[in-house]
């Protein structure tokens, strides 16, 4: 019923930026939070940051002042400004959205197939 699709991963150098962003498409009705999470091999997916509707943000300790997420409502989008990257920022970054759609009577969470960011030392 909802489809989340992200695009802008790649490979870059330790201190260089990428963009990521994720598109919601379907039965949408509203959208209360969307956001990004990453997962290593062999460990739990952690959150990387969030927005809500009302733009408000959180952040994971070990991006904030170097990752900004932003949203455009209209679109259904979110992105994620990634800058100063560095080798342990390497991960499948995978979009989050806590979605109301058309047919339903609550919110539940979606989620994206992951793209894969490479930080090389």
């Known amino acids: 019923q909802v489809q989340l699709v992200e695009s802008g991963g790649g490979l870059v150098q330790a201190g260089g930026s990428l963009r990521l962003s994720c598109v919601a498409s379907?039965?949408?009705?509203?959208?209360?939070?969307m956001g990004w999470y990453r997962q290593v091999p062999d460990k739990q997916r952690e959150l990387v940051a969030t927005?809500?509707?009302?733009?408000?943000?959180t952040y994971a300790d070990s991006v904030k002042g170097r990752f900004t997420i932003s949203r455009d409502n209209a679109k259904n989008t979110v992105y994620l400004q990634m800058n100063r990257l560095k080798p342990e920022d390497t991960a499948v970054y995978y979009c989050?959205?806590?979605?109301?759609?058309?047919?339903?009577?609550?919110?539940?969470?979606?989620w994206g197939q992951g793209t894969q960011v490479t930080v090389s030392s």
């Open positions: 379907g039965r949408i009705s509203s959208i209360r939070v």
């Open positions: 989050n959205a806590y979605v109301l759609t058309t047919v339903g009577i609550t919110y539940a969470n979606y």
């Open positions: 927005i809500a509707s009302g733009s408000s943000t």
